[in-house]
């Protein structure tokens, strides 16, 4: 997650390179944008406060850029600021903008552009909501809102290399990231939370298609390819960051996933211990934690604990293995 320093270091050094770029000249920006488009994001103009309906929308879904479509924002990190422009308190990626020190109308601001084609956005500030402290101030005339299908879903059952392994393996699952969530430390680190000081558990968060699997389903394998009635422990591993959790989003989840446990509780003689929390942060571990055991098949905890698991759940889910 990036916070005010992280601002500054690339507003002073340069921000990280983007996935890619986009050129063109003023007459061909001219030709694909409205005038109105043209001047905010080419001739960095302000649009007058409140003058769109974009500020008050809060539907989920991804802001684009208005000149290229790169994604810069998701409607997750959007917030009510007051200010009368759409305001966000992250990217959603850390190069999707790129910071520069702006000295104009006498003050010191730093300005917010699209990092893949420079349109202007807006300006970051360091008066946001927690954790990150950011408020992204943007024109509405530069983005774009597009829906999209995909929703997300975040676990804890012990060991996130094992708990990734499983569910990178279910069709209609796009992507699964290992982190932490459910402490009171920002940006924690792999140390910080093995320590159990900082309230974290060791999560997955799954991007999945919901009309190739079910939000049910998702919850249904996690209640059943980890041992839900053990308190902070998952075999050998315990430690309150081992707790077996699920992040709800909403009322609806929240009551699914009620629902979902009382059937579980069935399969098993002891209590279901499974924690029900809100979903707030996601916060991505280290890189050498991604993708773990499909990089590390050879080492010992793989061998010993991810590859009896990973067998039983082939066994109980072969029909809804991706190819
Ligand atoms: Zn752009």
Redesign the pocket.
């Known amino acids: 997650m990036l916070r005010w320093l992280d601002i500054i270091k690339f507003a002073n050094n340069g921000t990280p390179a983007p996935d890619k770029r986009?050129e063109k000249t003023p007459e061909e920006w001219k030709a694909l944008l409205t005038e109105e488009q043209f001047k905010i994001t080419r001739l960095k103009g302000t649009e007058r406060a409140f003058s769109s309906e974009l500020c008050s929308y809060f539907a989920p879904g991804r802001y684009v850029?208005v000149?290229?479509d790169?994604a810069l924002f998701d409607a997750e990190e959007k917030f009510e600021s007051g200010t009368g422009w759409p305001s966000f308190t992250q990217p959603i990626k850390e190069n999707a903008v790129a910071y520069h020190k702006d000295r104009s109308l006498g003050m010191q601001r730093i300005e917010a552009r699209?990092n893949?084609?420079d349109?202007h956005l807006g300006h970051v500030f360091q008066d946001g909501p927690m954790p990150s402290g950011l408020r992204y101030c943007i024109n509405a005339l530069s983005l774009k809102k597009v829906a999209v299908s995909e929703k997300k879903i975040d676990f804890g059952g012990g060991c996130f290399w094992c708990t990734e392994a499983i569910f990178q393996r279910l069709r209609g699952v796009i992507k699964v990231e290992s982190g932490y969530s459910g402490g009171t430390v920002i940006n924690p680190t792999y140390r910080e939370v093995c320590s159990g000081t900082t309230g974290h558990a060791e999560i997955v968060e799954i991007t999945y298609k919901p009309e190739e699997i079910s939000f049910e389903d998702l919850l249904k394998i996690h209640l059943s390819t980890h041992n839900p009635t053990t308190v902070d422990r998952q075999g050998a591993d315990s430690g309150s960051q081992y707790r077996s959790i699920i992040f709800y989003r909403n009322e609806e989840e929240k009551q699914t996933a009620m629902r979902v446990i009382d059937e579980a509780q069935k399969s098993y003689s002891d209590m279901i211990v499974t924690q029900l929390q809100m979903f707030e942060h996601f916060y991505k571990a280290e890189n050498y934690h991604q993708d773990y055991y499909n990089q590390n098949q050879e080492a010992g905890y793989c061998q010993a604990v991810i590859n009896p698991k990973l067998s039983k759940f082939r066994d109980l889910y072969h029909d809804k293995l991706k190819q």
């Open positions: 986009v850029c000149c290229c790169t699209c893949t084609c349109a």
